[in-house]
C-alpha cells in the first residue's frame, strides 16, 4: 500500500488553476475582452476522451473539441475566471510561467494526461515547440515538485523533459495518481 502524498492529484480539491499543467507542456492561453481560453493540441485519440471527460467530472466543464493540424484541439470555454490565468502567463505574445508558479500533483497530471509518454526506464514531459522563454522556468518547478527532469531539445524528440530513475518515477506516480481507464500503458510512468 502506497502513501498519499499531500501535493498528488487527489490531495484537495479541483480547481481551474489545476489546467495550467496544459500550459507547462504545449497548451496555450489566449485572451478575449474579459475572457481567456486554455487549449491544447493533442495527437491521439484516447487524449481527447480523457482530457474532455476530466474537464467535466473535475471542473464541470465542456470541453470544446475541433480539428488541427497535427491532431486536434482540446479546449475549455472561453471563461472569465481563466483570465488572471492567461495574464500571468503571458508577456506580450510569449508564454511564461508566473514568478513563484510551481507544479502540484494536479497540475503535474493534466500535464501526463495531454503530453506524456512512457518508454525503457523513463518518463518523457511534452513541451511547447515554440515555448523556449517557459522551458527553464517549467523544469524548475519540475525539480521543486521532487521530480528532477532532463530537459532534451527537438533533436532528441524534445523539447521535453525526461523523468529518469525508479525514485523520480515512483514520485511522479504518487502526484499524479492512477491512469486514466483509457490511457495506453506508455501513457503512464512504468516502475
Known amino acids: 500500500m502506497s502513501q498519499l502524498s499531500l501535493f498528488g492529484a487527489t490531495a484537495r480539491q479541483p480547481a481551474l488553476t489545476d489546467l495550467e499543467g496544459l500550459l507547462a507542456g504545449n497548451g496555450q492561453v489566449v485572451r478575449r475582452d474579459a475572457t481567456a481560453r486554455i487549449s491544447v ?11 474532455t471527460d476530466e474537464m ?3 471542473l464541470g466543464l465542456t ?3 475541433g480539428p488541427a493540424e497535427a491532431g486536434t484541439t482540446v479546449g475549455t470555454p472561453w471563461l472569465a475566471q481563466l ?6 502567463w503571458t508577456l506580450g505574445a510569449v508564454k511564461c510561467p508566473p514568478p513563484g508558479w510551481s507544479l502540484d500533483g494536479p497540475r503535474l497530471r493534466w500535464w501526463a494526461l495531454a503530453a506524456g509518454r512512457s518508454s525503457a526506464g523513463m518518463y518523457t514531459l511534452a513541451l511547447g515547440a515554440s515555448d523556449e522563454h517557459a522551458w527553464l522556468a517549467v523544469g524548475s518547478a519540475l525539480s521543486m515538485a521532487g521530480v528532477p527532469g532532463v530537459l532534451v531539445g527537438p533533436r532528441a524528440d524534445g523539447p521535453a523533459y525526461r523523468i529518469v530513475g525508479r525514485r523520480r518515477l515512483g514520485r511522479l506516480l504518487e502526484l499524479i ?3 486514466p481507464d483509457r490511457a495506453p500503458d ?3 510512468p512504468q516502475l
Not at 493540441?41 to 482530457?51: D, G, P, Q, T
Not at 483570465?83 to 500571468?88: N, T
Open 186 to 188: 506508455d501513457a503512464w
Open 56 to 58: 467535466r467530472a473535475m
Open 83 to 88: 483570465r488572471p490565468i492567461a495574464d500571468g
Open 177 to 179: 495518481g492512477d491512469p
Open 63 to 65: 470541453a470544446e473539441i
Open 41 to 51: 493540441v493533442v495527437e491521439a485519440e484516447w487524449r481527447v476522451s480523457v482530457l
